[in-house]
Nanobody
Framework: EVQLQASGGGLVQAGGSLRLSCQAS????????IGWFRQGPGEGRVGVSC????????SYTDSVKGRFTISFDNAKKTLYLQMNSLKPEDTAEYYC????????????????WGQGTQVTVSS
């Protein structure tokens, strides 16, 4: 059983920073992938970044490379997304999710989802 709870969203000016957290409960994560997705106003949900629980490898969508950093604290079972140099285009509801697949897993392969946390970036 896996349960995820995202938090840390808020309102920030362009160029500012936010750190999102995703607290997991249930069994310890030993494999698979855990990642962040987002959905902007009137848009579909897209992948942002993912972290491999097997080898700690990471991946990022092109639009956030160099600005966002994903990490996972095994002891606290908490996933983080450090977001720097935020842009208005980053405005979205952010979700964390878990997949039993690899870093190449498609969104449909993520079986466990937390509720979203809203991030709003003003111009």
């Amino acid at each position: 059983e896996v349960q995820l709870q995202a938090s840390g969203g808020g309102l920030v000016q362009a160029g500012g920073s936010l750190r999102l957290s995703c607290q997991a409960s249930g069994s310890i994560f030993r494999n698979g992938v855990i990642g962040w997705f987002r959905q902007g106003p009137g848009e579909g949900r897209v992948g942002v970044s993912c972290f491999s629980l097997k080898d700690s490898s990471t991946s990022y969508t092109d639009s956030v490379k160099g600005r966002f950093t994903i990490s996972f604290d095994n002891a606290k079972k908490t996933l983080y997304l450090q977001m720097n140099s935020l842009k208005p285009e980053d405005t979205a509801e952010y979700y964390c999710a878990k997949s039993l697949g690899s870093i190449w897993a498609r969104m449909s392969e993520y079986d466990y989802w937390g509720q979203g946390t809203q991030v709003t970036v003003s111009s």
